[in-house]
């Protein structure tokens, strides 16, 4: 698992919490199993229950699935581990989309 940090989260960002980063290479586990693609994220899951952190932080969308099926699963999964989820950035595939003329 990544470092633990403390931020503050929320629209107004006054609640202190506990986050913790999750990434994925996209193209080296493009063709993995679900289990194996997300193996860090459903240990990541486990350990929520500890109490350690609250939050997890992605970079963008893509990181929690190639499909919408594993998109769903995950977050799913986030939801059910008691988890809040902060997404840094846009998809990448939108700034692409908006930038072709």
């Known amino acids: ?3 633990v940090i403390e931020g503050y989260f929320g629209p107004k960002k006054t609640l ?3 986050a913790v980063a999750y990434q994925r290479d996209l193209k080296a586990t493009a063709h993995l199993g679900y289990e194996e693609k997300f193996a860090a994220l459903l240990d990541l899951c486990d350990e929520a ?3 350690t952190f609250e939050v997890v932080i992605i970079a963008y969308p893509e990181i929690l699935g190639d ?3 594993e998109l769903i699963r995950n977050l799913s999964l986030l939801s059910d581990a008691g988890l809040l989820l902060v997404v840094t950035q846009k998809s990448p595939r939108i700034v692409e989309a908006a930038n072709v003329p």
């Open 1 to 3: 698992m990544s470092s």
């Open 16 to 18: 202190r919490m506990k």
């Open 49 to 51: 229950a500890s109490g």
């Open 67 to 69: 499909s919408e099926e």
